[in-house]
C-alpha cells in the first residue's frame, strides 16, 4: 500500500504513467480542452452514484437527489468564490448559455455583442435569435497577432452601441485559447449599463475564478472540460444583484410544487426531468481529485500545465518556423498556433474530423489535436493543451508531424 506523498511523488515523476487516466496509450492526446478527460477515480465515483440511484429509484428523484447536488454546490461554490445558491447545474456551457440568451425580454433593434473569437453554439443561438425577434449580433474582430490584453479590451468595446443589451465574452477563447481582460471589461461594459454573460467554458480549473469580485451578471461553464468531471457537468450562475433568475429552457413536472422553503431557482434546475444526474454529483469528487494531483494543489496544477502549454507551442514553433501571434501570458494550459490556410484543392472536401491534417494526424500519426477554421474569421488555428498526463516529447512528435503535413500541403499548391 502506498502513500498518498509517494503517489504524487510518482506521479511527478512520471505523470504519463498514471494509471488514473484511461487514455489509450498508443494515442499522443494533445487535446484536453475539447472534452475534458475524467480519470478512473472519478469515473468509479460516478459508477457508485449510478448504482445508488438504481437500489431505488424513486427514493434518489423524489428524496435525495436535491442533497446530493448541493454537496457538489458546495464544493464548486469555494471553488469558484461565490454563494452556492447562485449556481445551477446544466448538462453543459451551450445549454446554460441558450437559457439566457432566451430568458431575455428583447426587443426588435436590440444588439447582442459577441466577438469573432466567441464560441459558435453561442454565435448560432443568437443568429436564431435574429429570426425571431429581430434581434443584431455586432462582431467585433480579435486582432491577431495579439499585442496584449489592453488591445484585446479596445477591439471589443469598439463594438458597443447605444443598443447593446448583453455582450458574450469568452473567459478563454475557444479558437485561440486566449484569456481575454474579463474584469475590465465587466466593469466597462456594466458601467455602459450592458448585461455581461462570461462564457467560461474553460476557466474553471485552468485558471483562478473568483465570482463575486469579477461581478458579471452571468457566468457560465462547463466542468467536464478542465475540472475532469464526468460528462454532462456545467453550470450557469447568476448574480444575485442582476434581477429575476431565469428559468430552464423545458419546465419539469414539478415547476408548479409549493415548496417555499427552497428557491425556485434551485428547484427549477435541479430537477430538469428524468436524467442522469450522477456526473453533476460527482463535480466534488472531481474538484478533490484534482487538487490532490500535485503538492501545492489546483494553482500548482495550473502553473505546470500553462508553462507545458507554453513550452509544447515554443517547440513547435521553432520547429516550423513560425512565430507565436499571442502572448505567453494570454495562455492558459492551452496554446493557439497559426496554420497556412488550406490549399484550393483541398477546399469544400469532407474530413473526419473537420480539416484534413487534423484527419491525417489521428490516422497517420495517432496525434489527437484540433486543427480548425475559426469560421467567422476564415483563419486556420492547431491547438495544443497540457494537462498533468502530457509531456514535453508530446510536442515534438506533433511539431515534425505538422512540418510533413503542411509541405505535403504545400506541394499541393
Ligand atoms: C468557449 C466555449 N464556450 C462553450 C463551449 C461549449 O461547451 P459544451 O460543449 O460543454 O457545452 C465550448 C466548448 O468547447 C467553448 O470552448
Same mark, same amino acid.
Given at each position: 500500500?502506498t502513500t ?9 515523476e512520471?505523470?504519463?504513467?498514471d494509471?488514473?487516466?484511461p ?5 499522443t ?12 477515480p472519478?469515473?468509479e465515483? %460516478? ?6 440511484v438504481?437500489r431505488?429509484p424513486v427514493?434518489?428523484?423524489v428524496?435525495d437527489?436535491e442533497?446530493?447536488l448541493d454537496?457538489s ?6 471553488l469558484?468564490?461565490?454563494?452556492? %445558491?447562485?449556481?445551477a ?16 425580454d428583447?426587443?426588435?433593434g ?8 466567441e ?7 443568437i443568429?436564431?435569435?435574429? %429570426?425571431?425577434r ?6 467585433p ?6 499585442r ?6 479596445? #477591439? ?18 475557444s479558437?485561440?485559447?486566449l484569456?481575454?481582460p474579463v474584469?475590465r471589461?465587466v466593469?466597462r461594459?456594466?458601467?455602459r449599463?450592458i448585461?455581461?454573460?462570461?462564457d467560461?467554458a474553460?476557466?474553471?480549473g485552468q485558471?483562478?475564478v473568483?465570482?463575486t469580485?469579477l461581478?458579471?451578471d452571468?457566468?457560465?461553464a462547463?466542468l467536464?472540460k478542465?475540472v475532469?468531471?464526468?460528462?454532462g ?8 444583484d442582476?434581477?429575476?433568475r431565469p ?5 419539469s ?6 415548496r ?5 431557482f ?5 430537477y ?7 456526473? %453533476? ?5 472531481a ?9 501545492g494543489g489546483?494553482e ?6 500553462h508553462q ?11 520547429t ?5 501571434v499571442?502572448p505567453?501570458?494570454?495562455c492558459?494550459?492551452?496554446a493557439?498556433?497559426?496554420?497556412? #490556410?488550406?490549399? #484550393?484543392?483541398?477546399q469544400?472536401?469532407r ?5 484534413p491534417i ?5 490516422e497517420?500519426?495517432r ?7 475559426n ?8 491547438r495544443v ?5 502530457n509531456?514535453?516529447?508530446q510536442?515534438d ?11 505535403r500541403?504545400?506541394s499541393m499548391?
Open positions: 500500500m498518498i506523498t509517494e503517489r504524487v511523488a510518482a506521479r511527478m512520471a505523470p504519463h504513467m494509471p488514473s487516466w487514455l489509450d496509450p498508443d494515442l492526446f494533445l487535446n484536453h480542452g475539447s472534452y475534458g478527460l475524467c480519470p478512473r472519478v469515473l465515483a %460516478q459508477a457508485r452514484y449510478r448504482l445508488m438504481e431505488d427514493s434518489f428523484f428524496r437527489l442533497r446530493h454537496e454546490r458546495a464544493a464548486l461554490a469555494t469558484l468564490r461565490a454563494r452556492p %445558491q447562485d449556481f447545474f446544466t448538462g453543459n456551457a451551450t445549454v446554460a448559455i441558450a437559457t439566457i440568451l432566451h430568458e431575455m428583447w426587443k426588435p436590440d444588439e447582442i455583442l459577441a466577438s469573432d473569437h464560441y459558435m453554439s453561442a454565435i448560432n443561438e443568429r436564431r435569435l435574429e %429570426q425571431k429581430h434581434i443584431r449580433l455586432v462582431s474582430a480579435i486582432p491577431i497577432p495579439v496584449d490584453s489592453d488591445q484585446l479590451l479596445d #477591439a471589443i468595446m469598439a463594438g458597443v452601441s447605444p443598443r447593446t443589451r448583453l455582450a458574450i465574452v469568452s473567459h478563454i477563447t479558437p485561440s485559447a484569456i481575454l474584469e471589461l466593469s461594459l456594466k458601467a449599463g448585461r455581461v454573460l462570461v467560461g474553460h476557466a474553471p485558471i483562478p473568483d465570482l469580485s461581478g458579471a452571468y457566468y457560465v462547463t467536464h478542465w475532469c468531471a464526468p460528462k457537468s456545467g453550470f450557469l450562475w447568476v448574480n444575485p442582476s434581477g429575476p428559468r430552464p429552457i423545458a419546465l413536472s414539478r415547476a408548479s410544487e409549493e417555499p422553503w427552497r428557491d425556485l434551485l428547484r427549477d434546475f435541479d430538469q426531468g428524468t436524467a442522469d444526474y450522477t456526473g %453533476q454529483i460527482a463535480v466534488k469528487d474538484i478533490a481529485f484534482m487538487s490532490s494531483l500535485m503538492p489546483l500548482a496544477l495550473r502553473r505546470r500545465n507545458m502549454a507554453v513550452e509544447g507551442r515554443r517547440r513547435i514553433c521553432e516550423l518556423g513560425i512565430d507565436p499571442t505567453d501570458d494570454l492558459p494550459s492551452m493557439a498556433i497559426p496554420m497556412p #490556410a488550406m490549399p #484550393a484543392p483541398l469544400g472536401k474530413y473526419t474530423f473537420g480539416d487534423q484527419d491525417r494526424l489521428v497517420d500519426h496525434i489527437q489535436v484540433p486543427v480548425w477554421n469560421p467567422t474569421t476564415g483563419r486556420r488555428w492547431c493543451s497540457a494537462q498533468i498526463y509531456r514535453p516529447e510536442y512528435r506533433l511539431a515534425e508531424a505538422l512540418r510533413e503535413e503542411l509541405r500541403e504545400q499548391g
